[in-house]
């Protein structure tokens, strides 16, 4: 069965400095990977997701994400974050984009 | 831009009381899921359901979840009898038919049982 990890419950960075967050997968196939941003009280809005082909994808608000088939990697990254970007990200996997597992949670505080 | 919307927002509900929460997809999707958020902890898949029938279940789906699509347009979660650890953020999203579709999610209902 699928599963996601997500190794940093907490990450805290200084606005303009670059982020970071790991997620690793543990699935026998090529699996379908998304990120996912939740601001306080909010629903899930999806940041950028991985089907196939290029293994680095871009999404919204700056984002971008490196799909490591060696690693069971697929971290998300921003070079310069805005304080706008402190909420809730979740990693998610899925078979066959059929039901998806989430990891659990990274919350990025952004100081200023 | 099409959006799944979710009512209630919150739902407050005594324990042992059923709750139906409601959902309107995306109108030309077919796959559909309700996936559970407890607070401060990860979401949680609960089912999805496609061509009128479950398609798969997570271990959190017991006797007391059931899911329902009762016309074109609403694809409903029904919780039996609620317990004090029903209470969570609950959570519909609908996808398009192909494989390299995502699934759009709503802005969730949040249960709490008391």
């Known amino acids: 069965a699928q599963s996601v990890t997500q190794p940093d419950i907490h990450i805290t960075v200084s606005e303009g400095a670059s982020l970071e967050l790991r997620c690793n997968y543990s699935?026998?196939?090529?699996?379908?990977l998304f990120w996912y941003v939740q601001s306080p009280g909010q629903g899930l809005q999806l940041l950028l997701k991985?089907?196939?082909?290029?293994?680095l994808v871009q999404g919204i608000k700056g984002f971008e994400a490196e799909f490591k088939r060696s690693q069971s990697s697929f971290n998300l990254r921003k070079p310069s974050v805005h304080w706008s970007d402190a909420a809730e990200y979740f990693c998610?996997?899925?078979?066959?984009?059929?039901?998806?597992?989430f990891g659990a949670g990274t919350r990025l505080t952004v100081k200023p | 831009e099409p959006e799944v919307t979710q009512t209630p927002s919150h739902q407050v509900t005594q324990m042992g009381q059923e709750v139906i929460l409601r959902c309107v997809p995306i109108?030309?999707?077919?796959?559909f899921y309700w996936y559970r958020q407890i607070l401060g902890q990860k979401v949680e898949f609960l089912v999805s359901?496609?061509?009128?029938?479950?398609?798969?279940k997570s271990e959190i789906f017991d006797d007391q979840f059931s899911v329902e699509r009762p016309d074109g347009s609403n694809f409903t979660l029904k919780i039996r009898s609620t317990k004090l650890e029903d209470s969570a953020m609950y959570f519909c999203?609908?996808?398009?038919?192909?494989?390299?579709?995502?699934?759009?999610f709503g802005q969730g209902t949040r249960l709490t049982v008391v």
């Open positions: 999203a609908s996808r398009p038919m192909g494989g390299n579709t995502e699934a759009f």
């Open positions: 699935y026998g196939a090529t699996p379908y």
């Open positions: 991985y089907f196939s082909g290029d293994t």
């Open positions: 998610a996997v899925g078979e066959n984009n059929n039901d998806m597992r």
């Open positions: 109108s030309n999707h077919l796959y």
């Open positions: 359901f496609y061509n009128n029938e479950i398609s798969e």
